[in-house]
């Protein structure tokens, strides 16, 4: 901190000039190293690369619990190697998550938010999902055979659906199991998404906002390359709102709790479809 003289009072005591606020710190400082993000960037490939092959090669899952934890584990050591990149920069941990006040209404306030943006969120990527079905309907000049869920169903996306709908969860226990994996991956994936990579990649902009929330949707896409090209576009998408979202609120509490419950209703509803032989 520098000192400031008072104009009116050159013998007055000097006072220290305020810290910036976090918030917009972030947008000019870097948050890590560059090696430290692009290591995490090849992580990121590496896990994306890894589910592909997997997919192309589904295996019966005999043990659910152990599929979730090993999930659980390795998100939390990608957190924890984004918590490593900020201690050298002695950036902490918390504010990633921005601005998290403390109560019950501002808690609610946030949850309702998170809901209205989720429903919005499921339309914009619905309409989007709907075009990309008939384009490539167009494209293929055929008849795409179509499934229960209103989604034309390619070979690709019959993989990747049989290869989640393994691990969605097909009890109570399994569906308690799977609530706190999708918790931990809602907390774990806004932080290093809309939080390191978003922060990140916009210091690197030097403050472009909109370059950080690209360059991050991106990535937050690349992620998912096991679930193929069509889910790979729509998830940059959602990425996208999701950081406008957390531009929007100043904080990641709401991003997370619409991430966590959407991937909850989703292993519920693969779950549910499976029992029923629906796919």
């Not at 050159?10 to 976090?22: K, M, R, S």
Request: net charge positive; charged share 10%.
């Amino acid at each position: 901190m520098e000192p400031t003289l008072d104009e009116n009072n050159p013998q007055a005591p000097l006072e220290p000039l305020a810290d910036p606020p976090v918030a917009e710190s972030r947008t000019t400082h870097a948050l890590a190293p560059a090696w430290h993000t692009i290591v995490l960037i090849l992580i990121v490939a590496a896990i994306s690369i890894a589910g592909s092959v997997r997919v192309a090669q589904p295996q019966p899952v005999h043990n659910r619990y152990a599929t979730y934890a090993a999930t659980g584990g390795m998100e939390l050591l990608m957190l924890a190697w984004v918590a490593w990149g900020l201690r050298m920069r002695r950036v902490p941990l918390r504010t990633l998550f921005g601005h998290l006040p403390s109560g019950a209404r501002a808690f609610f306030a946030d949850f309702g938010v998170a809901l209205v943006f989720w429903l919005g969120a499921l339309f914009v990527l619905g309409t989007l999902g709907m075009m990309w079905s008939g384009i490539e309907t167009l494209v293929t000049h055929g008849a795409v055979p179509w499934h229960a869920g209103g989604a034309p169903l390619t070979p690709a996306r019959s993989e990747a659906s049989r290869a989640l709908m393994q691990v969605a969860p097909s009890n109570l226990r399994e569906g308690a199991a799977w609530a706190l994996l999708c918790l931990l991956v809602g907390i774990v994936e806004e932080s290093v998404f809309r939080g390191y990579f978003q922060g990140q990649f916009t210091a690197w902009a030097r403050g472009n906002v909109a370059a950080g929330v690209a360059f991050s949707a991106l990535l937050f896409g690349a992620a998912h390359g096991y679930q193929g090209l069509r889910s790979i576009v729509l998830l940059v998408v959602f990425g996208a709102l999701f950081s406008l979202l957390s531009l929007f609120r100043r904080s990641l509490r709401p991003c997370i709790f619409a991430h966590a419950w959407h991937d909850l209703i989703a292993g519920i509803a693969l779950g549910i479809m499976r029992l029923h032989h629906l796919l």
